[in-house]
């Protein structure tokens, strides 16, 4: 990228009102640009900041967000441009790191696009995403020995009379598993349906890994779901009621929100209000 003025135009989200000036003026953007300013483009407002070409060049930029740090400040400074942006209504959030040469082609870029974007905020208007992750309840494994694969003593030769009683337990212990897995699994499926009664649309997410989720029991559900106003205290009822028990001690349901909604907020998008298949 190649900027004459030495500064690019780095768009935040998109929406149909500004927020307030003194907002604009209070948010705290990526480190060495301007202030978060408006731009108009057509009957849409792109929220933008200037940003040094120096840091924000196609290579400067690929080079700080490879590490993890950067990464973070980055995404989380880009959030609170969105987090602005949504002051005085629904945004269309632009991916993170979208930069323009200058305002003219920020301008031109969203304008082409105007209305698919006026159609997708009167969608997204009066609702707000919540996140819901399902995991299978941890159970605690056997006494070391009682299932013939700990304790002090080898397991016997599979020929030997012990040998096959040792692989009968180890047999029985496997169908207890995947017997186990397969009622979590619908359990899942159970939270997941229920749900959806409540929402517009909802989308699935890659389960987390156990990296991530901090959690050695496997994340069954990784949701979004969109959510009227109207429908919200619904909706967290029903939440509420799988975190109560009501799907039993297979899984543990827990939600976060309301969000701005970025699972939703794609103009290649189809909202999704059927059934996905939930994955382990």
């Keep these: ?25 209070a948010a705290a953007g990526h480190g060495g640009g301007g202030p ?9 407002w792109l929220v933008v900041q200037d940003v040094p070409a120096e840091t924000f060049g196609e290579a400067s930029l690929g080079e700080r967000l490879n590490r993890p740090e950067e990464l973070e400040r980055c995404a989380r400074t880009h959030h609170r441009g969105v987090e602005t942006a949504a002051l005085s209504g629904p ?15 920020a301008v031109e870029s969203v304008s082409a696009r105007e209305a698919e974007l006026g159609d997708l905020l009167d969608r997204l208007r009066g609702r707000t995403e919540w996140a819901v992750k399902v995991h299978a309840v941890e159970a605690a494994g056997p006494a070391p020995g009682t299932d013939g694969t700990g304790g002090d003593d080898a397991p016997a030769e ?4 012990g040998g096959r009683a040792y692989l009968g337990r180890v047999s029985a212990r496997r169908r207890t598993q995947r017997d186990a897995r397969e009622r ?3 359990a899942a499926h159970a939270v997941d349906r229920e749900l959806r009664r409540y929402a517009v649309a909802a989308t699935r997410h890659r389960p987390q890994s156990e990296h991530l989720t901090g959690r050695s029991a496997p994340q069954l559900l990784n949701a979004a779901y969109l959510v009227d106003d109207a429908e919200r205290a619904a909706f967290t009822r029903a939440v509420a009621g799988f975190g109560a028990g009501r ?10 929100g309301p969000w701005i909604p970025y699972s939703f907020a ?8 059927g059934e996905d298949e939930v994955r382990a």
């Design 1 to 25: 990228m190649k900027d004459t003025k030495g500064t690019l135009t780095y768009a935040f989200a998109v929406t149909r009102t500004p927020p307030p000036g003194d907002a604009l003026t």
């Design 36 to 44: 978060l300013r408006v731009l108009r483009a057509g009957t849409l």
């Design 91 to 105: 945004v269309v959030p632009l991916p993170m790191a979208t930069l323009y040469l200058g305002d003219d082609s």
């Design 158 to 161: 599979p020929d030997a009379p």
């Design 184 to 186: 979590a699994l619908a």
């Design 247 to 256: 799907v039993g001690t297979l899984v543990e349901t827990t939600a976060s």
């Design 266 to 273: 794609r103009l290649d998008q189809e909202w999704n209000t």
